[in-house]
Every structure is written in structure tokens, then in C-alpha cells.
């Protein structure tokens, strides 16, 4: 089961155990590449996405009178992009004067990224590590979520598909994420969000600002990516493993 960090972080051991493999689950079409570079045989690879609880829905109304970029992700990879997101928001503050951008989850980065919002002047709010419940109403009251992620130096791997860009979805937000990595599988351009490249905080804010002043196209990505979300249930998703399971024990 290949997610993608486990790769290059244990590379002997993926090239060990990948070849030899009787299936290999790769949950993206990045990770798939991870597998195929450490060996994995192409035709025992298939991609089998993560899945997402899905309980009921209803139409979302937007609980927060503030445009609002949400992100919602630990601070303890510099890969993630917060760093992009406090350089772009000041450029959709000059678009969109009182936009706000909140952001769910702590970590070691949080300190430095706190920093360089207040240096380069990001209206921005940390509100740190919260419960499920607190972050599902964030979820719901913001305008647009956004993570940038991108591929790390050093030969580590970024993304390996981004389960919090269904979430997302699941509460009707429109997604802003980074052309790289797993979140190509996750969102879909132009569909359930925008992608763009997550080294590029001018095409970053460029992104959220014509999310925030079109709130119809935002709405209607939001409603796409609902559906999209609800398509990855977790009932579905374990309905593919089975036959991948189904497939090894047959020898089919």
C-alpha cells in the first residue's frame, strides 16, 4: 500500500518489497509513479484513492460574513505551503480588503509562519488545534479552502492525495491547491477547484481572489466537489480494495 512519503524515507525497503508484491495499492496516480520507480511490477498497481465519512448533507450557507481562505493541516512540514499563503494574501487583500485567512492545526512551523504573516502584513488568524466539530463550523463558514502543498527537496515525496480536499468538499468549498503531487487526483481543475503552482504565491492569490469576487463559480465548485467527495465514501472505497483483495486470492 503505497501512500508516498514511505518511499523515498525507506527506499531499500520499497525496492524489496515492492517488486515482490502480489498487488500494490497505490492511492494516487503520484504514488503510483513513486511504486513504479521503486520496482513495483505496473501491472499488479492500482490506484485505490482514500476514502471520506460521509454523513448527511444539506445545503451549506456560508457562516462567515468575511471572505474567508481556510486551511486546515498541521504545521510540521514546510511542504504544505502556508509559507505561499502568507505571501499571497496580501495580494487578495488588495482585491478584497477585508478577506481573512484562518488557519486549523498546529506544529512546529507554527511560530515562523505566524511571524511571516504579520511580515508581510497577511491578515491572518491561528487558531491552532481544535475538535472535530469546531473545525467542521470553520469548514462551513469559510468562502474558499487552500493548500498549496508541493514536492519537498531533498527527495522526499509531497502529497500522496490530500483526503482534507474531499473534506473540503464534502462542506461545499471550493479548492485552491498546488499542480503537484496526489492533489492532481484529488482535485479536479476547473471542477472542484483551481490548481496552480504552489511556488507561485502571485498565481496563489491570483487563484483565491477570483474564487472570493465570483461566488457563484465558487458555488459551483463547491457543489461539484460534494459530489466528487461523495463518490470517495468509504463504503465505495472499500468496495475497491475487496476486489484488488479478491483479485491476489484468486490469482486473477
Known amino acids: 500500500w503505497v501512500h508516498a512519503m514511505e518511499v523515498p524515507q525507506k527506499p531499500a525497503l520499497a525496492r524489496l518489497t515492492l517488486p515482490r508484491a502480489s498487488a500494490v495499492v497505490a492511492v494516487s496516480k503520484y504514488a503510483r509513479s513513486l511504486a513504479l520507480d521503486a520496482g513495483a511490477n505496473g501491472r499488479r498497481v492500482r490506484i485505490v484513492s482514500p476514502g471520506v465519512v460521509v454523513g448527511p448533507t ?9 471572505p474567508t481562505v481556510l486551511t486546515v493541516s498541521r504545521l510540521a ?28 492545526g498546529d506544529g512546529a512551523f507554527r511560530a515562523p509562519i505566524e ?19 469546531q473545525r467542521d463550523r470553520w469548514l462551513d463558514g469559510a468562502h474558499v479552502f487552500s493548500m498549496p502543498s ?4 531533498g527527495g522526499f515525496a509531497g502529497e500522496g492525495f490530500g483526503i482534507v480536499f474531499l473534506e473540503a468538499g464534502l462542506h461545499g468549498l471550493p479548492v485552491v491547491a498546488g499542480n503537484v503531487g496526489g492533489a ?3 482535485v479536479v ?8 503552482d504552489p511556488t507561485d504565491h502571485v498565481a496563489l492569490g491570483r487563484a483565491l481572489t477570483d474564487l472570493l469576487t465570483d461566488p457563484e463559480r465558487a458555488a459551483r465548485m463547491g457543489r461539484a466537489g460534494a459530489l466528487r467527495a461523495r463518490d470517495h465514501a468509504w463504503p465505495a472505497i472499500a468496495a475497491r480494495v475487496m476486489d484488488v483483495l479478491d483479485g491476489v486470492t ?3
Request: glycine share 10%; with cysteine; hydrophobic share 40%.
Open 189 to 196: 481543475q476547473g471542477e472542484t477547484g483551481l490548481l496552480v
Open 184 to 186: 492532481c487526483d484529488a
Open 150 to 153: 508541493r514536492l519537498p527537496g
Open 77 to 104: 512540514e514546510r511542504y504544505k505551503g502556508h509559507d505561499a499563503l502568507a505571501r499571497a494574501m496580501p495580494l487578495v487583500s488588495a482585491h478584497v480588503p477585508d478577506a481573512q485567512w484562518v488557519v486549523v
Open 115 to 133: 511571524a511571516l504573516a504579520r511580515s508581510t502584513g497577511a491578515n491572518a488568524r491561528f487558531v491552532g488545534s481544535v475538535s472535530d466539530e
Open 250 to 252: 484468486t490469482g486473477g
Open 58 to 66: 444539506a445545503p451549506v450557507a456560508r457562516r462567515l460574513q468575511r
